[in-house]
């Protein structure tokens, strides 16, 4: 049987949230396309992972998924219609899943944020997953019931201002495509999967959180990737517009 097709965004390094659960969907039966930005990394703390897409791609085919990673600056809107266009030329059928993980995030807060930045973060963060998803409808010919939407969000607002802004308005978008796109049985939901350390945090931070979360631990891409997989299942289908705590009871 044809495996169904997820495409995942924001799939730049190997210990990331949108690495791990393409990792989970391969295993659960999925074959995956994914976005990745290498200028994004050139520009944050950590730098470029050498060889994780490479890295990425031979876990998958590991697990029995045909996958296929696309360099898009989300940054540009035309790069949404790009990514479906080269997808559907490597794959000739649509995608089932949407899961959106990438994201601009710059920390700054009222005082201090640029216009650049602020502009950049709802670009990348809003207005590239309202394209995406609009992508997704427009061109999904799935079964009713089949289709999935879910977008990773924040609830970070003091700060770190422009990104949790823009994943506040992130949440609008998607929980409106729970409606709009119920006339093609696809479900949309938006999953906070809280403080998951991929190597911003601090020792001071980590410290913090686990002391601030009942379960004593941080977040980790696979406790994500589990309620992801779970979302696009089968049995999945009957949670539909909804804001998602995964987080570990963090207070």
């Known amino acids: 049987m044809t495996r169904p097709l997820a495409l995942v965004t924001g799939v730049g390094r190997t210990v990331g949230i949108g690495a791990g659960i393409a990792h989970r969907l391969a295993e659960s039966g999925w074959d995956i396309a994914f976005t990745c930005w290498t200028p994004y990394d050139l520009r944050m703390e950590w730098g470029v992972e050498q060889g994780a897409t490479r890295a990425i791609l031979g876990d998958l085919a590991e ?11 989300l940054a540009d809107p035309e790069a949404p219609g790009r990514v479906f266009d080269a997808v559907g030329e490597r794959y000739g059928r649509p995608v089932t899943a949407l899961v959106l993980c990438h994201c601009e995030s710059v920390d700054s807060g009222l ?25 997704f409808g427009r061109r999904f010919t799935g079964a009713p019931g089949t289709g999935r939407i879910v977008a990773l969000t924040s609830d970070h607002t003091a700060g770190n201002l422009p990104y949790g802004a823009s994943k506040g308005a992130l949440d609008r978008i998607t929980l409106a495509a729970a409606r709009e796109l119920a006339h093609l049985g696809v479900t949309a939901n938006a999953v906070n999967p809280g403080p998951v350390d991929t190597g911003w945090m601090t020792a001071e931070l980590r410290r913090e959180t686990v002391r601030q979360t009942p379960l004593g631990r941080l977040g980790t891409p696979r406790d994500t990737a589990h309620l992801v997989d779970f979302l696009c299942s089968p049995e999945g289908q009957w949670v539909n517009g909804q804001l998602l705590m995964s987080n570990g009871g963090l207070a």
């Open 63 to 73: 697990r029995g998924a045909t996958a296929l990673a696309v360099e898009a600056d």
């Open 111 to 135: 005082l201090d944020t640029t216009l650049e930045s602020f502009d950049r973060h709802f670009a990348v963060n809003t207005r590239a997953s309202w394209l995406l998803i609009r992508e």
